[in-house]
């Protein structure tokens, strides 16, 4: 089978898939979720207004025209507009994207190369003091909790040295580069623990195999062995670690967003949640899982490219 | 080359570094910031603080509070004076002012902004009940104005809304006299039109935009915004075709001791820009206000020590700095309610009992900072009906009483009777509100179980009447008793404010007079006959008024905090000198 059409078959699948996700949230917001008028129409409603909201909102129709709705949107990314703020979604979406983007997207890739970096390193020095004091830094680098990094960044270098803008956001480039350096370094430092400890395991776990030793005897260096060979057969978990985390980019970081004011996706999210604001949470759902998908069918066709033994089927 | 290139992005990286933002000094800028997103700048859908304080910087309404007088005093703002209002309280005649110009905007022929009339305030209201709408703000004058509801009704089931359909109660007689015709007596109707549900918006422009009204806010205001953006940061420049409006020249004495009367007498709005940052976390709201790049905060709860004394003085530092401190009451007032459907709770004695359990002197201290107000009953201070004097007899501490009353109550010590589950949102200081009111209640044998609730969740529980106890707030609608006194009024049940379900016909005959009274020493006296009776039947247990503790920069001008802040920022003014120095010192 050719990639074009592993790559149309994966993305029919898409079709069910999304079937199913639409029926998860469906079931989760009509069974469980509280009644949005009461939300909508704060603290003076009354019954007879409740019951008109609901009818304006179609939530007295039949659960097969409610559920279908929502299929709907899922196909054509039209979401309607917000319970909560009567604002166009895919507007809030568009809006609140490239902010999300601009931090997650420069932290990630720091993220990832400096731990790619830092891991070979560990994987050529393994068990010796410097591999030991960088477990033990990552170890305690994923023991400190986020907002105590952040509640520490803003105190001391954004505000005590001046360093940094202690929160704000300007919209283009480079108006937004000063706001975005604090929440970006914070990532990394954030993301580096676990991404460190993992593409060691993932290094480790290679640096032993028998075409390892069969390269020695050949009389290969280190470095070649580690780059040229470990690094390349290592690519199938590091894909599969790096591009599943995509999708979830543009979700932003919820925390980092809300202390330093970026008005993205993340505070987005949890406002609709709070407010059970059900067309958001809906959009922001279908989103994440198209996202998903989309992003497994990318990372099944790297493995064929990075890794000649595995076949589509 | 490789190492020049790291060593040009490495400067890069370092100017950028540096380029942190500097405070302008050489425009009147107003910074100020808001704690939560704002939805939008459509008036009828500004159910929320946030919201209405960003719709009013732009849009105005018939009447307004004076800026510099207490208690609340309603003043005309686009009305050119108070309204005539008939013997029988029933008819309101407004005349408009003349010549006041909407902002101009594309949706006006050569995008020039008209002369407000009094068509736009029919218009606006109609808008109000437009059931297609659904406003959150329909409350306000929903059975209010003669006809208005039967008009609401007709279209409710129909396509399309007609506006041009006359409404008995609420006409523009000519171009600029504006007639109400109430469907009964209600005094506090007056209230409404200074609220931001009420404020007038041009027809033309909410066609032209249709359900992007929301994004384009035209109004009459002191402020322009051009459109709306649901971001970080508002910014509204100074409208340069505001009518002739300004700053008071009189005000009451605490006002004028003060010194709020500098600007007497000049053209308003008094800055040239308003900047209105969106932070929703305490830490940089608090660093951003010590940097001087916000002109006040309200102190967070967790800096509360470090800058405020024991004798409620600015900590020295801050002081140091020029920064000064307010501390000034709110209308409101927490509550913990007993859903009176659920049949342990008709029994007096046990509410009273449990209200004798309760130290609200302890909660204060643990929650408040021991800055707020035991409540004694419903009314807070600063409105009529408050009586400053009055204790009320089931307020706690007194346990040896609460036991008596108990046994009393028909379960001794506690025996016999069931755990009662006390229902409060989610957050940390509510949880540890609920275990703090657990342990009280332990203390007279009362088992409580905490439970807690996502916003949504809690109000549906209320709503469907399963919840046991619950804790909660109100704040004030407007400055009048009826808006505290009617969250105990029997028809008021959920899904209406009266969340507790209380139902006692005394209570709500009385009520009923009261509610039609025009202002006056007898409407006080019904008022604090309801007061006390609240304070007796136990309904609740009372928790604390509470107060805002807000420090502000010595360069801004005019500032205090009020419950009805809405068109403040036009008062605001900032010394640009004094600005320059104190910023040294930052």
Known sequence: ?313 | MKTMNFVLALLLVLSLLSCTKKVDVNEKVLNLVVSAKVKGMDPISSDDRYSSNEVARVYEGLLEYHYLKRPYTLVPNLAEALPEVSSDGLTYIFKIRKGVLFHDDAAFPEGKGRELTAEDFVYSLKRLADPKLQSVGWWVLDGKIKGLNEWRKKYADLPAVDYKEEVEGLKAVDRYTLKFVLARSFPQFLYSLAMPFTFAVAQEVVDHYGKEFINHPVGTGPFVLPKFEQTNKIVYTKNPKFRAKLYPSEATDEFKELGYLQDAGKQLPLVDKVVVNILEEDQPRWLNFQKGNLDYVAIPKDNFDTAVTPSKGLAEDLAKKGIKLLISPSLDVTYTAFNHENKLFSNLKLRRAMSLAYDVNKSNELFYNSNALPAQSVIPPGIAGYMPDFKNPWRGPDLEQAKKLLAEAGYPAGKGLPEITFDCPSSTISRQMGEYLKSQMEQIGVHLKVVQNPWPDLQKKINNKTVMLYGIAWGADYPDAENFLQLLYGPNKTPGANGSNYDNPEYNKLFESAVVMQDGPERTALYEKLNRMAADQAPWIYGVHRQSFVLHHSWLRNYFSSDFDQGQAQYLNVDLEKKAEMLKKL
């Not at chain 1, 409610?66 to 507007?91: C, L, N, P």
């Not at chain 1, 069969?214 to 390349?232: D, P, S």
């Open chain 1, 1 to 313: 089978m050719n990639i074009w059409t592993y790559t149309i078959r994966r993305l029919l699948y898409v079709i069910p898939v999304l079937l199913g996700v639409c029926l998860i949230i469906f079931v989760l917001f009509n069974l469980v979720s509280p009644d949005p008028s009461l939300m909508m129409l704060g603290k003076h409603a009354s019954a007879h207004q409740m019951a008109e909201i609901r009818h304006e909102l179609g939530l007295d129709r039949s659960w097969f025209l409610q559920y279908w709705d929502i299929v709907k949107s899922a196909f054509t990314f039209d979401f309607g507009r917000s319970w909560s703020t009567k604002q166009e979604i895919t507007q809030m979406i568009k809006n609140g994207a490239m902010p999300s983007l601009t931090v997650s997207v420069p932290a990630f890739a720091a993220s990832t190369i400096i731990a790619l970096i830092i891991s070979l390193f560990v994987a050529f020095y393994r068990g010796g003091k410097f591999d030991k004091s960088i477990v033990i830094a990552c170890v305690a680098l994923m023991s400190i909790p986020a907002l105590a990094y952040i509640l520490f960044g803003q105190k001391i270098l954004a505000y005590d040295w001046g360093l940094f803008e202690i929160s704000g956001y300007e919209h283009g480039f480079p108006a937004f580069v000063p706001f975005v350096l604090l929440p970006c370094i914070i990532w990394v430092v954030l993301s580096i623990g676990p991404d460190v400890r993992f593409y060691r395991t993932v290094m480790l776990d290679e640096i032993y195999q028998d075409y390892v030793r069969t390269a020695r005897a050949k009389g290969l260096t280190e470095n070649v062995i580690l780059f040229k060979h470990v690094l390349k057969n290592a690519m199938i978990p590091i894909i599969t670690w790096v591009v599943i985390q995509i999708p979830f980019l543009i979700l932003g970081a919820l925390l980092l967003e809300s202390f330093f004011g970026i008005p993205g996706l993340g505070g987005i999210t949890l406002n609709a949640i709070n407010s059970a604001d059900f067309p958001v949470v809906r959009a922001m759902t279908v989103l994440s899982a198209v996202a998903y998908i989309v992003f497994s069918v990318i990372t099944d066709v790297l493995y064929t490219i990075v890794d000649p033994r595995v076949r589509l089927k």
